[in-house]
Nanobody, 122 residues
């Protein structure tokens, strides 16, 4: 069983930056970030694969968000720059062992963090 502990959610003005962190208690093969607004489906934001270091991003965040991972610390980060009001929502850290359903499918991830609120004001 892998536990994920998130930190870094906050409120910022549009154009600002935040960094989310997600510490894992064990080894995983893929880690990612999802976000979900009330009444909407969970949306994949970005994923990083441990072995290759390959990353994937949603089109809506490409060029603004950067996902990274410290394999020694088993910690993943999401650097969010040029934040927009539409980025406002809960962000969830996710981790998987087999990661076989595609980077943007919640089914690829068996472990989830508690969620962090990100609020961007205009």
């Amino acid at each position: 069983q892998v536990q994920l502990v998130e930190s870094g959610g906050d409120s910022v003005q549009a154009g600002g930056a935040l960094r989310l962190s997600c510490a894992a208690s064990g080894n995983t093969n893929c880690m990612g970030w999802f976000r979900q607004a009330p009444g909407k489906e969970r949306e994949a934001v970005a994923t990083i694969y441990q072995a290759s270091g390959n990353t994937r991003y949603a089109d809506s965040v490409k060029g603004r968000f950067t996902i990274s991972r410290d394999n020694v610390k088993n910690t993943m980060y999401l650097q969010m720059n040029s934040l927009k009001p539409e980025d406002t929502t809960m962000y969830y850290c996710a981790a998987g062992i087999y990661c076989v359903y595609g980077w943007n499918s919640a089914r690829s991830y068996g472990y989830w963090g508690q969620g962090n609120q990100v609020t961007v004001s205009s």
